[in-house]
């Protein structure tokens, strides 16, 4: 089995796989990507295309027409287990100790959620009707995932283009649930508590006024959602997107909310997209980690954390000095890219 190691000085896990590979795997890897690109671009071997749902793992979750069986088309988003998953669904933590160190099983699920039963369809022209389920889709595998006790945290994002990271050409987005908080969402989730203990008000919620107040970095906004360019980005051109009405997760999203938000998602990428001619993008859910009640879980978490999509166009490669410091480098003002996408 896969297992999970712990970095004993930063309290961030690492995930070390069990077959361990020879340097050649990396040449290796390069090329399967390059083949696979051109093989499963025009959907002749695409194993997520309708028709051929034999050649994935059993399906977990569909919206499909009524009355046609599990793993047959007829379906609108469709949920499998990810071939090769990192994280394993079957098994108990094994949390130990080996000397001074922590390991446990990489225990968790890795799922694919295919968005589209069309092959070349990009998320944003899904259509606000269609974006509605895929979004439902994400929130029935939280409201799922989160029934396991092993599971503290449930991710949902999106890998667009290659070097994004990207496993198909065929539309959809990964889901990873893991029996530890992600150390980047532990320390957003730190940052939101220690916020809410000296203001007693959720920092999201400041932020969304300040923005409506400075106006300067919105990108969109509806009754119910906004997008902005954050005050301080890692990235240039990256931009979140976030609930007016306070809610720290994602599923309890209501259904006009969950409209507008599929509106704002399709219309900012699309935006992106045209600004940047087809970056490679991610884009990531940033919700509450699982509330079932634990001995460590604090109780203004409700109140705190205030969930949000984070995306960000990959524009620039980072340098040794960012990765290593986390000193981000920003060629473009956040005041500026909020302009450019808006004005596309
Ligand atoms: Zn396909
Ligand atoms: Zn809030
Ligand atoms: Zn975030």
Redesign the pocket.
Same mark, same amino acid.
């Given at each position: 089995m896969h297992e999970l190691r712990k970095d004993p000085i930063l309290s961030r896990w690492v995930a070390v796989l069990e077959d361990s590979k020879p340097p050649h795997y990396y040449f290796e890897r390069g090329i399967e990507h390059i083949e696979r690109a051109g093989r499963d671009s025009d959907g002749a071997k695409c194993i997520l295309c309708p028709g051929r749902e034999d050649k994935t793992p059993h399906e977990i979750f569909a919206i499909r027409e009524i009355g046609t069986p599990q793993n047959t088309p007829n379906w609108q988003t469709r949920v499998v287990p990810k071939p090769n998953p990192t994280f394993q669904i079957e098994g108990d933590l094994g949390r130990r100790g080996i000397g001074m160190y922590d390991r446990m099983n990489s225990i968790g699920a890795n799922e694919i959620i295919v968005e589209s039963p069309s092959h070349d369809t990009h998320p944003e022209d899904l259509g606000i009707t269609h974006m509605t389920m895929v979004l439902t889709t994400y929130k029935n595998r939280i409201n799922e995932l989160e029934k396991d006790p092993r599971f503290r945290y449930t991710f949902i994002y999106k890998d667009c283009g290659k070097t994004a990271g990207e496993l198909y050409h065929h539309p959809h987005s990964q889901v990873i649930a893991t029996p530890v908080i992600p150390k980047?969402?532990k320390e $957003?989730l730190d940052g939101a508590k220690a916020y809410y203990y000296y203001k007693e008000r959720c920092i999201y919620c400041d932020i969304i006024s300040e923005e409506l107040r400075a106006e300067e970095r919105i990108i969109m906004e509806t009754k119910n959602i906004i997008a902005f360019s954050p005050f301080a980005p890692r990235l240039p051109f990256e931009f979140?997107i976030m609930p007016k009405r306070h809610s720290c997760a994602f599923q309890d999203i209501y259904d006009e909310a969950m409209e507008d938000l599929s509106l704002i998602l399709m219309t900012t990428i699309k935006k992106m997209k045209i600004l940047f001619k087809n970056p490679p993008y991610n884009y990531?859910l =940033?919700t509450a980690p699982n509330r079932m009640p634990r001995k460590d879980h604090w109780h203004t978490l409700g109140e705190d954390f205030h969930w =949000?999509l $984070?995306v960000t166009p990959h524009l620039t490669t980072k340098s040794g000095f960012e990765w290593d410091s986390e000193f981000y480098i920003l060629p473009t003002s956040p005041e500026d890219a909020a302009k450019y996408i808006k004005e596309v």
């Open positions: 980047g969402i $957003e979140w990531v =940033h =949000h $984070e």
